[in-house]
């Protein structure tokens, strides 16, 4: 049974707390998949007090790529969520990065968009590959523009896909935006498909396909 939108959130609003506490990463996925259900999408995409399960998803991908101990999400204060890699905790604010001109989700905000977004030629592509590396500085720059007044690291959700056409000099351009400015940030992170980069100029990989699955 299909629950209404009122429903929906007085669901994700009893169920936020609990992603509050620190939980090692593989809980944190498991009770995850008990909220970001796919009957569920239209809403955490299209409602602001549903994005919290949007910033969930990118922090335990994350934390699973990195191997962080714990993580948590903050209780709606900045920044975003908090993290224990190897045995220190950090603060971090989470953003997504998308294709320019297109809105995250515009598929749930406006049906006839969906159409379009089904049909994907190779041009388009393309198109996104040469887009993602100035949309990633574009993004981190920013949220530097912010200057932040406490420590805390950025972590950017790359959300643009190009079947691995441009996968090697992507990843190129982000290690190079990377190792550039990250203003008041103690470090940047991007996550790209499966993998992590760091400002530090590591590296992180994960090969685990169920991981990424939507």
Same mark, same amino acid.
């Given at each position: 049974?299909?629950?209404?939108?009122? !429903?929906?959130?007085?669901?994700? &609003?009893?169920?936020?707390?609990?992603?509050?506490?620190?939980?090692?990463? #593989?809980?944190? #996925?498991?009770?995850?998949?008990?909220?970001?259900?796919? %009957?569920?999408?239209?809403?955490?995409?299209?409602?602001?007090?549903?994005?919290?399960?949007? !910033?969930?998803?990118?922090?335990?991908?994350?934390?699973?790529?990195? $191997?962080?101990? /714990?993580?948590?999400?903050?209780?709606?204060?900045?920044?975003?969520?908090?993290?224990?890699?190897?045995?220190?905790?950090?603060?971090?604010?989470?953003? %997504?990065? #998308?294709?320019?001109?297109?809105?995250?989700? !515009?598929?749930?905000?406006?049906?006839?968009?969906?159409?379009?977004?089904?049909?994907?030629?190779?041009?388009?592509?393309?198109?996104?590959? /040469?887009?993602?590396?100035?949309?990633?500085?574009?993004?981190?720059?920013?949220?530097?523009?912010?200057?932040?007044?406490?420590?805390? *690291?950025?972590?950017?959700?790359?959300?643009?896909?190009?079947?691995?056409?441009?996968?090697?000099?992507? &990843?190129?351009?982000?290690?190079?935006?990377? %190792? $550039?400015?990250?203003?008041?940030?103690?470090?940047?992170?991007?996550?790209?498909?499966?993998?992590?980069?760091?400002?530090?100029?590591?590296?992180?990989? #994960?090969?685990?396909? &169920?991981?990424? *699955?939507?």
């Amino acid at each position: 049974m299909l629950l209404s939108d009122a !429903e929906i959130a007085e669901f994700l &609003e009893q169920e936020r707390p609990w992603f509050n506490q620190w939980r090692a990463p #593989s809980v944190f #996925s498991e009770k995850l998949k008990h909220v970001k259900r796919p %009957s569920f999408s239209h809403h955490y995409f299209t409602k602001s007090k549903a994005k919290w399960v949007l !910033e969930a998803w990118v922090l335990n991908k994350f934390a699973a790529i990195v $191997s962080a101990d /714990e993580i948590k999400l903050s209780d709606n204060s900045a920044p975003d969520a908090y993290a224990k890699i190897d045995g220190n905790e950090v603060g971090i604010e989470i953003t %997504s990065v #998308s294709e320019p001109g297109r809105k995250i989700a !515009e598929e749930y905000r406006d049906p006839k968009n969906r159409k379009e977004i089904e049909l994907d030629p190779v041009e388009n592509w393309v198109r996104r590959a /040469e887009s993602a590396a100035p949309a990633l500085a574009e993004g981190i720059s920013i949220k530097i523009q912010k200057r932040y007044s406490f420590a805390v *690291d950025l972590l950017v959700y790359l959300n643009i896909s190009e079947y691995g056409i441009r996968q090697q000099a992507i &990843e190129e351009k982000i290690s190079e935006i990377l %190792s $550039s400015n990250i203003g008041s940030f103690a470090a940047v992170w991007v996550l790209w498909k499966n993998k992590v980069f760091c400002s530090s100029g590591k590296v992180f990989c #994960s090969s685990d396909v &169920e991981l990424f *699955d939507d």
